[in-house]
């Protein structure tokens, strides 16, 4: 039988794994803004440079917002390795109190539904995580701000 306090902890650490990851998603948010910022602005002074038929974006600007651009992507990235390293632990805990306590355990259940669902390995090979897709984001923007630079300098 499952003791009060057990089931306690339990709501507890979903909670708290529910707030770790909605908490990601509001920093996913704030850091695409950030980026969308730092590379739209380089394009709008572009923009407007070519229609007073000025030489463009100085190299030295181009320079500084890539920089900013590669540092704000390193970040992000290191953030969300940390959202995920807390969301294992926390679910780690979670499966802990499922397996000592529960009959049913949806969070271990899904993730080995998740793994071994014959439609997912049909159309995609294997379950990819949220963290692993989202991840590839600030690379994308680091591949970016790597061109914005060397454009830059052409």
Request: glycine share 6%; aromatic share 12%.
């Amino acid at each position: 039988m499952l003791p009060l306090e057990a089931f306690d902890m339990y709501k507890m650490a979903v909670e708290m794994a529910d707030r770790v990851s909605a908490r990601r998603g509001q920093a996913n948010q704030f850091y695409l803004a950030v980026e969308t910022l730092l590379l739209g602005i380089p394009a709008s002074i572009t923009l407007l440079l070519s229609a007073s038929a000025s030489a463009g974006l100085d190299p030295w600007v181009t320079l500084v917002l890539g920089i900013c651009g590669l540092a704000v992507s390193t970040i992000w990235w290191m953030q969300l390795r940390s959202y995920r390293d807390l969301n294992t632990a926390k679910f780690k805990v979670i499966n802990k109190i499922e397996a000592d306590y529960f009959e049913v355990r949806p969070f271990s259940d899904e993730w080995a539904h998740l793994k071994h669902d014959e439609n997912i390995k049909r159309w995609r090979g294997r379950y990819a995580e949220l963290g692993t897709v989202e991840r590839v984001m600030p690379a994308v923007f680091a591949v970016l701000y790597l061109a914005l630079i060397v454009i830059g300098f052409l």
